[in-house]
Each structure stands twice: as C-alpha cells, then as structure tokens.
C-alpha cells in the first residue's frame, strides 16, 4: 500500500501533468479536428429561432386556437436523430414561440398519421414520461453552454424538469414552477408550456439571446428521436455546446426580486391514558435577487414538509447510503455546490448531513443563508446553517465556501472548502480541488472527458487517511462510452 504523504503526491502530479498535457496535445496534434470544431459551431450558430412579443392574454388549453398563435411561423425542420442518423422526420412537428412581460410560451402541434399507436400512460409529474410520446424543450438562458433546463410534457399533460450541468448528466430534482396543457387530436396531439421568468435566471440585458433546442420522442419503432439541433448520434439534447439560439426576447425584468415565504403548522396528537400533545412550527425564507445573476437566500426555522419520502435501500457495501436531496432550499443553485463532477463517493460536501441525523429524523434548523451565482466565467457559492441541539446531537455550525472558474467551451477548474463546528468548537474541515477537461471535436466528433480531484479532510482526535483523489478520461460517445478511472480513498 502506498503511503499517505507519496499517493497524495503522486495524484497531484498525475492530474495536474494529465489535464495540461492533454489540452497541448490537442492544440498541437488536433488543429484539423479544432477547425472542424469551429465550422461545426458555425453550422449551429445558424440555427436561429424568433420569439414573437404579444400584448394579448393567451387561453392555457392544451389547444393552439388563439389567433397570436395563428400569426407565428412554425419552426419545423427538425432532423432524426434515433434510430436513423440524419433522416428526415416520419410525422410532422410544428413549434412556436411567443412572450410578454411575465412569461415565455411554447406551442407545439405533433401531427401524427396513426394516432391510435400514440403512446400516452402516465399521468403524474416527474414520472416516466420519458417511455410516453413527448416534447422536450431545453433553455440555456446564460448561453454558457454549461447549464440547461429541461421542460417535458406528454400528451396528458404531464410534467417532468430537470436541470441539465454537463454532458448526460442532470437532475430531476429540480422542480421549477411551469405550466403545461396538452390535448390529443385527430391527426397527433398538441400542448402549450407557460414558463414565467421569475422561474429563470438570466443576464440583466436589454436583449436576451438564449441556447435552445427541443425535440419530440416517439416511442414506438424503436423510440424515434426528431431534434432541432444537435441531431448526431455522439450529441443530443444534452450537448449543450451544439444548441441552436432563440432570440428576441428584449425588455424583460429578471428575477431581481424579494420573495418573503412565512409558514405556520400546528399539529396535536392524543393517546388514550396520556395528556394531549400539541405542537406549534412556525418560519420563514426570504430569498432576494441582488443582481440577476447573484441570489442571496435566508432561512429560519426551516420548513421542509414538503419534500418527498426517501425510497428504502438496503446497503451492502462499506460506504455510507447516500440519498438523493429532495429539499428545495439545497436544491436550488445546487449545481455550484458540486464537487468533483458530483460523484457522491467523492464529495467533501453532502448537503442531507444538514438537519438530518444518520438516521434521516430531523433536526430543527435554528437559521441559515445561502449566496450563489455566477459572473465573468465565475461560479461562486457560499452558504452558512445553524442546527439546534436535539436527542444527543449538539448545535452545529455548517459552512461551505465554493469557486469554480470556467474556462474554453466545457472546462473547470474549482476549490471547495468546508467546516463544521460542534458547540462553538471547530471539529472537521475539508479542503479539495477539482477539474475537468471536456470537448466534443476530441478526433473530429467524438467526446472527450478528463476530470480529477484532490480532497483531504483534518478531523479532531483523528490523523491520518485522510485523503481522497482520483483520475478518470472517459470516452462517452454512441457507437461505444469507455472510461478508465483511478481512485483511491483513505
């Protein structure tokens, strides 16, 4: 076994010396494939789409019978992506876009020459609606080609989002506050999304141009795929660096805002032969924008009713059960707080250890803050919680301080630091360094990931193993998605 102070050297070495070379090579060896690259961009940069301004309340029905619809051009040139690369679409699709001051809105007509094969089962929000007939819309409102947010809707009208950080890899999560409405037809089916901007961030320009792409999944014959943009097998709708542009939005208010949140709840429960219990909860969030891009967020006495049940797992392995966060208030700009490209093994920050013992019964949180953002190629997050003492856990102080500067079209390179104090004594810290090195023109068209971390953690009454890092490239492409990884935590 490798000692501590030699392995920590050794990845340091590794990762930095990787990364670098790896970005040279492809500078030096690869300027056909870069040029390829650029004429590629080129190819979607023309992929332009027009939102019209309108001044008059539209019907949210599912039906695409107002007269401002009737005055859009549709967009219709979608391309098939699955099971044939490149063909023409089987049945025709018809998207429009519209906005006023409050709110963007979609509508699409999917006409459909077999209706009666149209495949329509689910009916609940986040559920699989993904095996049904839908429409899928992705808005990347920075243009960083970093971050998107996925809005999907079936022909009954259900909902499922998600929040889109990388190349394949989201969250469903996430849960904006949206509205959709679909209908079947004769000849196919149709919807109408309402997506209020308080929902999105966006820069505070006075004209807005946006990533966007969309597509329509039909299930059947081997689950066809039409898609505006980025139609080849090694892309999709989650390569957000190919997404075509939607522009015209101009005069829009961001979410510069103060959002005030009370809540009360009283609950009273009585057993036979003992005194009547009563209980009385009471607190509130405030959540203020103080740019467009900056958002500060404070809490008291923290609400979480709301989140869902966990779903049991049996664990069998020497790691720790890590359930998913399900909790608003660390979901949102969850994904600046994601430290090395979000593996739960290799985290130095898991937001459920807040409020939650081991055994997942709450702690009161007594209060809290959150600042996130991004700016200038920054993404910057900090966050602060204060817990109440209960049944043998002390008051604990939480902080986590996040920076990550973005670099080329996909690439990283960011710190993260943690403390957790018990009673006003400092007892863990973490500090770690993550990276990673992404491209879709790696030998033309084929992706090409490189990311790594280094972590160490000083724990009081402990010394010692205290390291954690790793090394991965990976090759995620359609034809075949290879990786070759090296891990090791102490």
Known sequence: MIESDNQFLVCSIYNYLLAVSLIIFTEVFFPAALASAAQEADEYDNKVIHAIRINERIKLDGILNDSVWQSVEPTTDLVQREPVEGQQPLQKTEVRFLYDYAALYIGVICHDSEPEKIVHNELVRDGAVMYDDNFLVMLDTYSNKRTG????????????????????????????????????????????????????????????????????????????????????????????????????????????????????????????????????????DIKYGITSNLTLTLTTHTDFAQAEADEEQINLTRFSIYYPEKRSFFLESGEIFSFAEGEKQSTIF??????????????????????????????????????????????????????????????????????????????????????????DSFMENKNLEIDGYLAGTSTEGLSG??????????????LFDYYSLYRFVE
């Open 149 to 284: 947010w996925y809005f999907c809707i079936n022909p009954n009208g259900a909902k499922l989002d998600a929040v889109v950080t990388g190349f394949k890899e989201f969250s469903t999560d996430w849960d904006g506050v949206w509205y959709g409405e679909a209908k079947m037809l004769t000849d196919g089916w149709s919807a109408e999304i309402s997506i209020p901007f308080s929902t999105l961030r966006f820069p505070n320009t006075e004209k807005q141009i946006w990533g966007i792409n969309f597509c329509r999944v039909l299930p059947r014959d081997n689950f066809i795929q039409d898609i505006w943009s980025s139609w080849h097998l090694n892309d999709g709708m989650t390569q957000l660096t190919k997404a075509g542009k939607l522009v015209g939005i101009e005069g829009i208010t961001g979410s510069r805002q103060m959002d005030f949140v009370p809540y009360v709840s009283g609950a009273q429960e009585r057993l036979e032969g003992k005194a009547r219990d009563l209980s009385l909860k009471y607190g509130a």
């Open 350 to 439: 898991y937001s459920r250890t807040i409020g939650l013992t081991t055994d997942r019964e709450l702690v009161p949180i007594l209060a809290g803050g959150k600042l996130a953002g991004k700016a200038n190629g920054y993404e910057i997050g900090v966050l602060s919680m204060q817990t109440k003492e209960k049944s043998g856990y002390p008051s604990s102080n939480y902080s986590v301080f996040r920076l990550k500067r973005n670099f080329l079209r996909k690439s990283f390179v960011g710190i993260m630091a943690t403390n957790l104090s018990e009673n006003g004594d400092n007892r863990n810290q973490a500090v770690g360094m993550d990276y990673a090195f992404k491209t």
């Open 465 to 478: 193993d205290n390291l954690s890092g790793k090394i991965k490239i990976r090759l995620p492409n359609d």
